[in-house]
């Protein structure tokens, strides 16, 4: 195990009704003028915006408002929130929504006491100082509600790119499971599958002698693959819904990455897909990490052994470890498949012709990247490829 920090301050409010301690948890963390950043019409038809501020109106703590943030959140909204909470001595931002109201709200809070581009931040400079923030979650995916990490797309020329500091760890979090129940089952799957996908960028690691991680990770992991199912059966399971918001906390505070080496190619990779097309990131993922495992598996096939038997239920082949490698991975796809995710690029609405543009879009050039396996140019457009014509 590798030495290591670890720092998760944020304090996570979970339950039903939770909402209405809005106005309580921004008055306890010191905020005095709140911009309360949310996305489509649902929060505001639910009444989850209308209880918000009525949280915020008993705790007598003024705030405006701002809505419109689309999936894979866009640069030119944080331009106008970062606008708006300067001209309103705004000192608090509460996002509303799911990862991509809270990544927009990162954004915001970077870019408000920043004198330049917010995007610097996105470009590699390091966050130096951030308004604070916190949320109330609607949709369980990105874990974005217990980490300090944000993405934000650039509309010219549709660039999709992170950045990350302790600064952006929300200072509370109100969880309500039940604010899940209506998002449709392809929203839900989508989570369910960027959640997995958080675990498995932790999960496939050099670091050696991580038993207790390795089991964290294949929890969350076995908790995703029971519940999943539940709650594209039946919306209003509440309890499969509460384990599923919960998972995707555990996924991406990081506490099941300390310790070891991470990897975070297959985000990177599916990040050019989303950026490109517009798709859902989750959908995305599920096209993408499975290509990833094929092409990689061989770099440590008993790690992948380790997954398939540990977390799809796969019998040992010890003649042949690499059957059981592929089989774990064709039992995941397999899984992403029934809860209803694509698994290739025409399931997805992306064209084979367009992964020379992806590549470049990528932007390694001679370079490579990752923490599992380097991969370099080749190897990336070798992935895309293997993305285009996955099936079953």
């Given amino acids: 195990m590798l030495n ?43 009444g989850l915006i209308d209880t918000v501020k009525k949280s915020l109106d008993d705790a007598g703590i003024p705030y405006c408002e701002l809505g419109g943030v689309k999936p894979n959140p866009r640069d030119t909204l944080v331009y106008k929130g970062i606008e708006l909470c300067r001209a309103e001595g705004v000192d608090f931002i509460l996002a509303v929504g799911g990862g991509s109201v809270i990544d927009s709200s990162k954004a915001i809070a970077v870019g408000v006491p920043y004198d ?43 660039l999709k790119r992170g950045t990350g500091s302790d600064l952006l760890r929300p200072r509370f979090s109100i969880m309500d499971p039940s604010l899940t129940q209506t998002l449709p089952a392809y929203q839900t799957a989508c989570g369910a599958t960027d959640i997995m996908a958080h675990v498995f960028e932790r999960y496939f690691t050099n670091t050696t002698e991580v038993e207790i991680t390795d089991r964290l990770c294949e929890a969350v992991l076995l908790t995703m693959v029971k519940e999943t199912p539940r709650v594209i059966a039946d919306p209003d399971n509440y309890e499969a819904r509460a384990n599923i918001m919960w998972a995707g906390t555990v996924a991406h505070t990081n506490l099941c990455g300390v310790g070891r080496e991470q990897d975070w190619n297959s985000h990177g990779i599916e990040h050019e897909l989303s950026g490109l097309y517009d798709v859902a990131h989750g959908a995305g993922l599920a096209v993408i990490m499975p290509a990833w495992m094929e092409y990689v598996h061989g770099h440590n096939v008993m790690r992948f052994c380790q997954m398939a038997t540990r977390v799809f239920g796969c019998q040992m082949n010890y003649e042949n470890p690499e059957a059981t490698a592929l089989e774990g991975i064709r039992r995941f796809r397999s899984f992403l498949k029934s809860i209803g995710m694509p698994i290739n690029f025409t399931e997805l609405g992306a064209k084979e012709e367009d992964i020379p543009t ?16 380097k991969l370099n140019r080749n190897d990336i457009t070798e992935i895309y490829r293997i993305a285009a014509h996955a099936s079953l």
């Fill in 4 to 46: 290591f920090n670890f720092y998760s301050p944020t304090e996570f409010v979970f339950g039903k009704g939770r909402a209405a301690e809005a106005g309580h948890f921004v008055k306890k963390y010191g905020g005095t003028k709140v911009l309360i950043h949310y996305g489509g019409g649902s929060a505001v038809k639910s």
């Fill in 116 to 158: 330049g581009d917010f995007w610097d931040m996105y470009s590699g400079k390091p966050v130096e100082k951030a308004l604070p923030v916190a949320t109330v979650l609607t949709i369980a995916a990105a874990g974005s509600e217990g980490s300090g990490d944000s993405v934000i797309t650039k509309e010219d020329g549709m």
């Fill in 358 to 373: 992806l590549v470049e879009k990528f932007g390694i050039g001679d370079g490579t990247t990752g923490g599992f396996m």
